[in-house]
């Protein structure tokens, strides 16, 4: 669909859950709205007024479909920007297929995947970036997911990223400025003032580009893998944060061949428990293999739960161990298992986590480390968090246009390339938000929802 059709094309959809249920909701939107539903609506839409609901039948050739209720939008005030009628009927997937059916018949088309939010932007009613929320709204399986896809909607990155867009033009405009005056050598532009002025830009962008590790693993939950060696309880562990028999537990060492993965919500943030075999080395080619896939899944974390045996295991070979099989960038939280076998648990050093997962399993108090963990480990801004990997590319591009601009000013190079730089970072950020956009980056976003929204 190109981006003027959709002017004279009215689209429909079922936009509630497939299945049968309770009730369903087909959505109409388009400049023949309100003229298909009159087709095959008992009551006429002719002189409605937006906003109103009204209770009626779906009739085709004399015959019932349903009994259902009727609510209508009037351009521009819908969501769509479209005159836009919703049709709530009953969840029977017959009834609800005729009535799609009777609305194609009748002069409308099914809308492609998004094609209802892809009108909204289209129509100026949403920017892109708040659009691409609306995807991520739906998908949020966390109230921290939630949050985050809520301010986008609301506008929080749109608002961000004006602010620095209004600072670009600011800069852009100052050498422009002494580009049109360069023959006489004026110099509108205070050097010291420029520098200044990216110096923020490069700070603000870099705080955005951060937060996206925070955002990313809200949206997609926290990569959390349970490591160390054979019989140090990572299974015990995993089962007790889960509170059931998740993994088997045995004292046979080896036991864990492959990865077990479970998802655990802790103050709204989902966490992706991974239970891996034990670390060590073994002529068993099947449990090389299940540590083999240990180590990649330490590599590939977000955060490291390293647990050991305090009752056989030296201080030595833990700090061994986590120096040879967990990088330095990946966060660790180190838990001594096994506590009641110590007699004196003084020689444990004071950053771990102390437990017995028999008899005290202490797991809220497990959960809080795990959390507190994740938080400390993430900068992010309270206000604004990048959880979209697009807009975090477009930053990173935007990001690396600045320092070379930063450059340019160091190395006093003429007006004009800065003055091109600055334009490709302005355009990056408008990608973004949509000031800047194609038919192919549009049909890429919009493929990816789901029809009827």
């Known amino acids: ?73 009037k351009n521009p005030h819908s969501f769509t920007g479209e005159n836009t009628v919703e049709i709530n009927c009953h969840g029977s997937t017959f009834i609800q297929q005729k009535i799609i059916e009777l609305l194609i018949n009748n002069g409308a088309r099914l809308a ?35 949050e985050i896809a809520i301010k986008q909607l609301k506008g929080g990155i749109s608002s961000e990223l004006k602010i620095l867009r209004n600072k670009l033009i600011e800069f852009a405009s100052l050498i ?31 705080l955005l580009k951060k937060s996206f590790q925070y955002g990313n693993a809200i949206k997609n939950g926290v990569s959390t893998v349970i490591a160390g060696r054979p019989n140090a309880g990572k299974s015990t562990l995993l089962n007790n944060i889960l509170n059931e028999n998740r993994a088997i537990v045995s004292s046979i060492a080896g036991t864990t061949r492959d990865t077990i993965e479970e998802i655990i919500t802790i103050n709204g943030i989902d966490f992706r428990l991974v239970d891996t075999a034990g670390i060590r080395n073994t002529e068993d080619e099947i449990e090389k293999i299940g540590v083999a896939k240990t180590l990649e899944k330490i590599n590939q974390s977000s955060l490291v739960i390293y647990i050991y045996d305090s009752w056989s295991t030296t201080e030595k070979e833990v700090d061994e161990d986590l120096n040879k099989y967990v990088e330095n960038k990946v966060p660790c939280l180190v838990i001594a298992n096994k506590i009641d076998l110590v007699k004196s648990s003084k020689d444990i050093p004071k950053d771990h986590l ?57 190395e006093n190079i003429p007006g004009d390339l800065i003055a091109m730089d600055i334009r490709q970072v302005l355009y990056y950020i408008g990608t973004i938000t949509g000031d800047i956009s194609s038919d192919e980056l549009l049909g890429n976003i919009f493929a990816n929802f789901c029809i009827g929204k």
């Open 176 to 206: 422009e400025l002494e580009l049109d005056f360069s023959e006489e050598d004026v110099e509108f532009a205070d050097r010291t003032h420029l520098n200044q002025l990216i110096q923020d830009l490069i700070t603000h962008i870099d």
């Open 112 to 146: 492609l995947p998004g094609e209802f939010s892809k009108r909204a932007f289209l129509n100026g009613k949403l920017d892109l970036s708040q659009t691409e929320a609306i995807a991520d709204l739906i998908n949020s399986k966390s109230s921290a997911a939630h």
């Open 354 to 410: 102390t437990v017995s997962l028999k008899t005290t399993p202490n797991t809220l108090e497990i959960k809080e480390s795990i959390f507190e963990l994740f938080e400390r480990n993430n900068i992010h801004n309270e206000s604004v968090v990048i959880s979209n990997m697009r807009h975090f590319e477009a930053l990173e591009l935007a990001y690396n246009e600045l320092i070379k601009v930063e450059k340019g000013l160091s």
């Open 1 to 73: 669909m190109s981006n003027d059709s959709y002017k004279s094309e009215s689209i429909c959809a079922i936009s509630s859950p497939p299945g049968i249920g309770g009730v369903s909701l087909i959505r109409i939107s388009g400049p023949d709205s309100f003229s298909i539903v009159e087709k095959i609506f008992s009551k006429s839409l002719k002189d409605i007024s937006g906003y109103q609901v009204l209770y009626g039948k779906i009739i085709e050739k004399k015959q019932i479909i349903d009994d259902v209720i009727v609510a209508v939008f």
